[in-house]
């Protein structure tokens, strides 16, 4: 069994930035890859970016790319996600995910535990 916590979210402006963490217990964390995902009102859940068992691999999706970050610290139990420059269209609830395969992949069905979720608002 995985625990995975979300912390980091809150209120920003448009501009702003933001730095999620997620922190996991349960299993060796360095095993597996870790993603985010967010999910907007009335929105499916969609992804945002990922990172592999070792560090060595990382993919986002087009909408963040160049603006968000995805780093692991595997001593810690810990994945972050760095947000810079936000845009009110980032409003959602940021969710991290584990899959236990350690590669890393953008599908949520790969992913094998979720955390609860942090809230993120971009004010304009």
């Known amino acids: 069994q995985v625990q995975l916590v979300e912390s980091g979210g809150g209120l920003v402006q448009a501009g702003g930035s933001l730095r999620l963490s997620c922190a996991a217990s349960g299993r060796t964390f360095s095993n597996y890859a870790m993603g985010w995902f967010r999910q907007a009102p009335g929105k499916e859940r969609e992804f945002v970016a990922t990172?592999?068992?070792?560090?060595?691999?990382?993919y986002y999706a087009d909408s963040v790319k160049g603006r968000f970050t995805i780093s692991r610290d595997n001593a810690k139990n810990t994945v972050y996600l760095r947000m810079n420059s936000l845009k009110p269209e980032d409003t959602a609830v940021y969710y991290c995910?584990?899959?236990?395969?350690?590669?890393?992949?953008?599908?949520?069905?790969?992913?094998?535990?979720w955390g609860q979720g942090t809230q993120v608002t971009v004010s304009s």
């Open positions: 995910a584990a899959d236990l395969w350690g590669i890393a992949t953008m599908d949520p069905q790969e992913y094998d535990y």
């Open positions: 990172i592999s068992w070792g560090g060595g691999s990382t």
